[in-house]
């Protein structure tokens, strides 16, 4: 689908930290805490910061991977030592790769070299999850939350591909009937379709997804669906964002529409246009860097 995934699986994240730390770390036994940390030596921003412990005793620091990165590892170093410099209590870090596609031979759980052998050493370990390998099934059975990740998940042997997504699509409509509102389900099937689209070409998932009611009765669905083939125009991006926009906070303004038409970076926008999801108002679309 060509999309950008960090808005999605940060928003999946914050609405969902314990059972992110029970399913990629360990059940938590202190208060867990959402951080918003600015690490304003860095130029680009951390997936996930959830601190333990109030006061707080430990991080656990959270990256998303959806393709092949040779310098993530130094990434992760700069993460975990400013974490651990500004806060000043063990950062643990977790590298979640979500296909195999995110492979690259750097990133195999350390940092580690010596430019001064016997006179000092660099020594970071990290640890590192292979979403496809982890049975979509316990993802389905897991915190309602992270159900939708179980599109990335590993399908039974032997079963098509095709087939096993649309076993878990019914699976996770099926929980959402029972255990949701209509406004999670949305949210919720929505961002399984988007993650559908690291696996298979948009026509499959759309294909997966389709006779879906909770989902195929969004406006915002459709609106996001609306004229797929011209993602890649910057119009079309726009006027999305617009229509999701002005669906859930209401009109935008002429100084709004003329910031929004500045805007030419096909990337950014497809990422604003994740953000208009769930934002709480214009200026935090406006804002998606």
């Known amino acids: 689908m060509g999309m950008t995934f960090d808005a999605t699986l940060k928003d999946l994240g914050r609405d969902c930290p314990r059972g992110v730390l029970a399913e990629f770390d360990r ?11 600015d690490l304003s030596t860095v130029t680009k921003a951390a997936d996930l910061v959830l601190g333990l412990g109030n006061p707080l005793e430990e991080i656990v620091h959270i990256e998303f991977q959806s393709s092949a990165a040779a310098w993530k590892h130094a990434d992760l170093l700069a993460y975990n030592s400013l974490l651990f410099d500004h806060h000043h209590v063990p950062v643990h870090t977790i590298l979640v790769l979500l296909r195999p596609q995110a492979l690259h031979p750097n990133n195999d759980g350390q940092v580690s070299y ?10 970071f370990e990290y ?3 292979r979403l496809w390998e982890r049975p979509a099934e316990r993802l389905l059975a897991g915190e309602l939350g992270l159900a939708p990740l179980a599109i990335l998940g590993e399908l039974p042997q032997g079963t098509a591909l095709e087939d096993g997504l649309a076993a878990v699509v019914q699976r996770l409509v099926d929980r959402l009937k029972h255990e949701a509102q209509p406004e ?7 961002t399984a379709l988007l993650l559908a689209g690291l696996r298979v070409s948009r026509d499959v998932a ?5 006779g879906v009611p909770m989902l195929e009765e969004s406006d915002t669905y459709l609106m996001i669906l609306e004229q797929g083939e011209e993602r890649g125009e910057e119009r ?33 926008l497809e990422r604003m ?17």
């Open 206 to 210: 759309l294909k997966v997804f389709r």
């Open 27 to 37: 059940l938590p036994t202190l208060p867990v805490l959402v951080m918003n940390v």
């Open 184 to 190: 999670q389900s949305i949210k919720l099937l929505t």
């Open 127 to 129: 640890e590192v999850v």
């Open 273 to 289: 246009l994740r953000r208009a999801l769930t934002a709480a108002n214009w200026q935090e679309i406006l804002s998606t860097p």
């Open 114 to 123: 010596s430019p001064r052998p016997g006179r000092g050493r660099m020594l």
């Open 236 to 268: 079309a991006t726009r006027r999305h964002i617009q229509l999701v926009g002005e669906e859930r906070l209401g009109a935008a303004d002429e100084k709004i529409r003329e910031q929004l038409a500045k805007i030419a970076d096909p990337e950014r």
